[in-house]
């Protein structure tokens, strides 16, 4: 295709494509929906809102899907702000967590972590902020809920350090919190923006510090103890804290803290003016012959990281998500799927905001494309135009937690279960293990949609029935098979195998792990990420 260059530049550039990672409740959907709302795509906040799992027992799962026309209809949402080209992936949790959540996080180039001042630091944050620290991208931590009494601002800075092990910066620091909430101290823009500005600030939001970082002249904060309370803080913060480094947030080992309220909006504007000003523009991606893939190549290429089913009951239609790494999306055009080296005209492209879908006429690196698919792609897939081909890093696999027994209710259709199972493990909708002697199938996955998926498809798409035993959540960790010793197999430690015969160990508890690691101190165990 020819593709102008500068313009080509010019709008990858612009791009800012990132995902909100948080524990449940943390308050990833109120501030999605305020910076939509920031950015114009949406006129009121609630729009997104209704429209979420979190509502909903897992057993409506197919009920919410034909609501909701699919699951992802909030999947990917762009609004412009500023001179940024804005997307946001969704990382769904609740219910709908899974593997997918994971590996939307392969397709960002920066990260949103949203954390309750209540609560701290969560299970799912945790294991979420792991991913994006393995690919180290940049991840800007957003302590919400400051309208309401939490935990103390320095604890939670400590704990985050701590528990996931990487450097904070706090950008601004609370003056007050809950009721008593005046605003914030602005460190790095050396200023005080005021939660009520017309009480406080004679309407203005912001009021700029002098040289010291204090307020020149008379105002009414200074004879408010909060004030000097926040001056001795800043002060200490500046003298026992960490130095701010753009190279260090560009390298995801400093995370920029800001404080605010997604619920009322307090910070959430100075959040996303600054994030925005430091989160990469999309990057160049490496692929399988450590070749690198400019975003401004004029070829395009890109690869597919979630494949969502079910678009409409009535057909095997399947959304396969792609994130552009390089050049330009044009509907018509012509790619190679890297894996089959089979040619594909790219007719239908779907991208989703919000509440629409829309065609798509344009797009470029940086963005997210979903293309209807009947079948022919597998996550992971590269797709890419030219005559060079391009195969990118096979995506990662993640240490399933919860595991299922699976037997097809009919003997009699072996043919049509073992196909559909082979078929959706391929395409990674779940893991698939086997008991190491007696081969029996067991399905790993992280949540438990993915098994609910998996039986509704086995039935319509496959036409089997299948019987699914809970094994509940194990810890797996994978062995080295020349340490391998048919003996360590038992209730507690049961062996099995993965899909490539690796030995892998499901421990029933984090105690049989450690009880395991104490009888074999020299067996080495693994995880994947
Ligand atoms: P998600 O599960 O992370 O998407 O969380 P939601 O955005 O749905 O928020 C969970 C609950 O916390 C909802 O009842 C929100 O209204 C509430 N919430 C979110 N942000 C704030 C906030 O800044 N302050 C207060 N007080 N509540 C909030």
Redesign the pocket.
Known sequence: MKVDQQLLKNEVNQRRTFAII?H????????TEQMLKLGGAIRQAGTV?GR?T?KFATSDWMEVEKQRGISVTSSVMHFNYEDKHVNILDTP??EDFSEDTYRTLMAVDSGVM?VDTANGIEAQTEKLFKVCRMRGIPIFTFM?????DGREPIDLVEELEEVLEIDAYPMNWPIGTGRSLIGVYDIYHNRIEFNDPDEWNNGETYLPLNEQGEIEGEHRLKEDRLYEQVLEEVELLKIAGNEFSKEAIAAGELTPVFFG????GFGVESFLKTFLGFAPEPSTTIDQEELAVEPTDENFSGFIFKIQANMDPKHRDRIAFVRICSGQFEPGMSVTLSRTDRDFRLNNSTQFMAEDREIVKHAVAGDIIGLYDTGNFQIGDTIYEGKDQVTFKELPQFTPEIFMKVEPKNVMKQKSYHKGIQQLVQEGAIQLYKTYHTEEYILGAVGQLQFEVFEHRMNKEYNSEVVMKPLGNKIARWINPDQLDENMSSNRSLLAKDRYDQPVILFESDFALRWFSDKYPEVELYSLL
């Open positions: 948080s449940p409740d943390a308050g990833k959907t109120t501030i809102k979420k979190g949790g609740h949203v919400n809920k400051l309208d309401r309220s997604a619920l009322t």
